[in-house]
């Protein structure tokens, strides 16, 4: 697979995303966003389209801060509040942070996570831009805009690179402003 190269559209960046099949189990169709990472123009057309969620009507950042969930949302998320000039904060699972956390558990298909932020990292009265790979079910997003609320924050929009359209993800998180860039 060839690079798109200088001047590459969102299309083309998006491009880039690879099937493979049967990852991580039979019947399963993998998207790999590897191939867009390693692409410099590729990986700064998604970032900026990312970031244009968090953005008012004129251009200028919306946002406080932008949160990215664990892990790819790490990935999308930190260089997105750079274009936003803004902070960044992880979502990380389950006894990953080192000090005091808000936590939200929420059901899987076959169990239960848990989600956490540091108390202090998104403050009363913050407007924040949520981050990550792909939006599912729902639940790690919902789990995300559930832990921004107990700080006392709120949600200007979600922004994920990639919709599964056949999940109810989109129904999941009510009617917080979603932008995804590619639904499969």
Same mark, same amino acid.
């Given at each position: 697979?060839?690079?798109?190269? @200088?001047?590459?559209?969102? !299309?083309?960046?998006?491009? $880039?995303?690879?099937?493979? @099949?049967? %990852?991580? =189990?039979?019947?399963?169709?993998?998207?790999?966003?590897?191939?867009?990472? &390693?692409? +410099?123009?590729? %990986?700064?057309?998604?970032?900026?389209?990312?970031?244009?969620?968090?953005?008012?009507? *004129?251009?200028?950042?919306?946002?406080?801060?932008?949160?990215?969930?664990? *892990?790819?949302?790490?990935?999308?998320?930190?260089?997105?509040?750079?274009?936003?000039?803004?902070?960044?904060?992880?979502?990380?699972?389950?006894?990953?942070? @080192?000090?005091?956390?808000? !936590?939200? *558990?929420?059901?899987?298909?076959?169990?239960?996570?848990?989600?956490?932020? +540091?108390?202090?990292?998104?403050?009363?009265? =913050? *407007?924040?831009?949520?981050?990550?790979?792909?939006?599912?079910?729902?639940?790690?997003?919902?789990?995300?805009?559930?832990?921004?609320?107990?700080?006392?924050?709120?949600? +200007?929009?979600? &922004?994920?690179?990639?919709?599964?359209? %056949?999940?109810?993800?989109?129904?999941?998180?009510?009617?917080? @402003? $979603?932008?995804?860039?590619?639904?499969?």
């Amino acid at each position: 697979m060839t690079a798109p190269g @200088p001047g590459t559209g969102l !299309a083309d960046a998006l491009a $880039l995303i690879a099937d493979v @099949p049967d %990852f991580p =189990e039979p019947g399963i169709l993998f998207k790999d966003i590897t191939p867009l990472l &390693a692409d +410099h123009t590729a %990986f700064t057309a998604v970032v900026q389209a990312l970031a244009d969620a968090g953005r008012d009507g *004129s251009g200028r950042p919306a946002v406080d801060k932008v949160l990215g969930m664990e *892990s790819r949302g790490f990935i999308l998320g930190a260089p997105v509040a750079l274009a936003l000039e803004v902070g960044f904060v992880p979502v990380r699972k389950v006894g990953k942070l @080192p000090r005091e956390t808000y !936590a939200v *558990s929420y059901a899987l298909e076959y169990g239960e996570a848990t989600l956490e932020v +540091h108390r202090d990292a998104v403050r009363p009265g =913050e *407007s924040v831009l949520l981050v990550d790979d792909v939006l599912a079910t729902g639940g790690t997003a919902r789990a995300t805009l559930d832990l921004v609320e107990k700080c006392g924050a709120s949600v +200007h929009a979600v &922004a994920m690179l990639m919709e599964l359209g %056949f999940l109810p993800g989109r129904e999941t998180l009510g009617d917080v @402003p $979603l932008t995804t860039l590619l639904t499969v």
